[in-house]
């Protein structure tokens, strides 16, 4: 079993509609939560990060954490084209930017105009 | 500008050969990483160092073998490449002490094994 399940569709969605992306995992030790993004032929950017449970929110985007369940979340208001892309998350112990990411599979995501 | 760069971007070879990978950042940072990005997009950290220093090594065959001359570049070299070698391997940088700050990742450079 991997230590972060994420389910890597595709999801193919309509412009303007809400998108939930979803992780579960197994390390209760991890402590940051990310979400990455990566266009084609890209490497990965981090789009938003979360410390322990509970939500935070950026523009479109609102990323949750619920570790009594293990379970993340990102989810994407008014979707447009350009956040056609493959969505991955990532957990560490640690912090975002040093020590051991371990990544979720990634959803590929389309938005159709 | 770069922040982080690789060379080359696309590299075919034939099984048995040995070869190398560059990789550079230019944003001042002291900790660098290779990951492997398998055909379904699975990224797995494969090495990290600190200052010239290695920290982290997950499992990864001994035919591969980091080097990090100094703290703005890393290089993978990878002896007697094997068809399973082929996947896109990006180098990432962050800086240590910033424990929030994120991991800036690489284009990839695409490895097929023929």
């Known amino acids: 079993q991997k230590e972060v399940e994420q389910d890597p569709g595709p999801l193919s969605v309509p412009e303007g509609a809400i998108v939930s992306l979803n992780c579960t995992y197994s390390?209760?030790?991890?402590?940051?939560f990310m979400w990455y993004r990566q266009y084609s032929r890209k490497g990965p950017e981090l789009l938003m990060y979360?410390?322990?449970?509970g939500n935070k929110e950026d523009g479109r985007f609102t990323a949750q954490v619920d570790k009594s369940s293990k379970y993340i979340s990102l989810f994407i208001r008014d979707s447009q084209p350009s956040d056609s892309a493959t969505y991955l998350c990532?957990?560490?112990?640690?912090?975002?930017?040093?020590?051991?990411?371990?990544f979720g599979q990634g959803t590929i995501l389309t938005v159709h105009p | 500008d770069t922040a982080v760069s690789q060379t080359p971007k696309y590299l075919v070879t034939q099984m048995g050969n040995d070869k190398s990978i560059k990789c550079e950042q230019n944003?001042?940072?002291?900790?660098m990483y290779w990951y492997k990005q398998d055909s379904k997009k699975f990224l797995k950290i494969m090495f990290s160092?600190?200052?010239?220093?290695?920290?982290i090594n997950e499992t990864v065959p001994n035919r591969f073998s980091p080097k990090s001359p100094d703290k703005a570049h890393l290089n993978l070299h990878i002896n007697s490449l094997e068809l399973g070698d082929s996947a896109v391997y990006f180098c990432?940088?962050?800086?240590?002490?910033?424990?929030?700050?994120?991991?800036?990742f690489g284009p990839g450079t695409r490895l097929t094994v023929l």
């Open positions: 979360t410390y322990s449970s």
């Open positions: 390390n209760s030790a991890f402590q940051y």
């Open positions: 990432a940088s962050s800086l240590r002490d910033r424990e929030t700050d994120t991991q800036y």
């Open positions: 944003l001042g940072h002291d900790t």
């Open positions: 990532a957990m560490s112990v640690f912090g975002t930017s040093y020590g051991k990411l371990t």
């Open positions: 160092y600190n200052n010239k220093e290695l920290i």
